[in-house]
């Protein structure tokens, strides 16, 4: 059974990069056609997509996040990262990581990121 | 891209139907078949209930349908209970190099 797990800082100051990792277990990054991606949602706010990986390596990012985005794999560790560079308060958020087909998604248990000084 | 347009809220007594609306552009909701719907309980991870417009997950009632006319899609729930009480989220695909568009969230309250 598919399995994902944020893990990462729950607190980063202002101007520094956010960084999270997420782990997947009952399926390979490497082996299967999906994309792996990050959601976030701010406190009391909506879902708002990040960006995804596909197995292949194509990344794709929100247009309004593309210039302070990365999102990448490690597929000897079976993991996926997000960075997010020059985080404001406007950053804090429940993120979450999600393997997805098009946009049917299975997602993780998702992570709390406060960003403040 | 603008996000999905939903109704901030929506509202039904037990035991009656509801509709969510998602309306998007020719360029995602109307130019896929790739539409997913999503229920959030507070606090928790969203839950697929629909994918790819009208199809639902092993485990979800029959309750929850979709389906889609033009650029906009639809999730119905019928026979309201209590448990259906939370926030509805639908998703599509897009074209370009976006991926993914979410709608703003409906607030789905069982008086």
């Known amino acids: 059974q598919l399995q994902l797990q944020e893990s990462g800082p729950g607190l980063v100051k202002p101007s520094e990069t956010l960084s999270l990792t997420c782990t997947v277990s009952g399926d390979s990054i490497s082996s299967s056609s999906y994309y792996w991606g990050w959601i976030r949602q701010p406190p009391g706010k909506g879902l708002e997509w990040i960006g995804s990986?596909?197995?292949?390596?194509?990344?794709y990012y929100n247009p309004s996040l593309r210039s302070r985005v990365t999102v990448s794999v490690d597929t000897s560790k079976n993991q996926f990262s997000l960075k997010l560079r020059s985080v404001t308060a406007a950053d804090t958020a429940v993120y979450y990581c999600?393997?997805?087909?098009?946009?049917?998604?299975?997602w993780g248990q998702g992570n709390l990121v406060t960003v403040s000084s | 891209q603008s996000a999905l347009t939903q109704p901030a809220s929506v509202s039904g007594s037990p035991g009656q139907s509801i509709t969510i609306s998602c309306t998007g552009t020719s360029s995602d909701v109307g130019g896929y078949n790739y539409v997913s719907w999503y229920r959030q309980h507070p606090g928790k991870a969203p839950k697929l209930m629909i994918y790819d417009v009208s199809n639902r997950p092993s485990g979800v009632s029959n309750r929850f349908s979709g389906s889609k006319s033009g650029n906009t899609a639809s999730l119905t729930i019928s026979g309201l209970q209590a448990e259906d009480e939370a926030d509805y989220y639908c998703?599509?695909?897009?074209?370009?190099?976006?991926?993914?568009?979410f709608g703003g969230g409906t607030k789905l309250t069982v008086l």
């Open positions: 998703s599509s695909y897009t074209s370009g190099s976006t991926l993914v568009l």
């Open positions: 990986v596909y197995f292949s390596g194509s990344t």
């Open positions: 999600t393997r997805h087909i098009y946009v049917k998604m299975v």
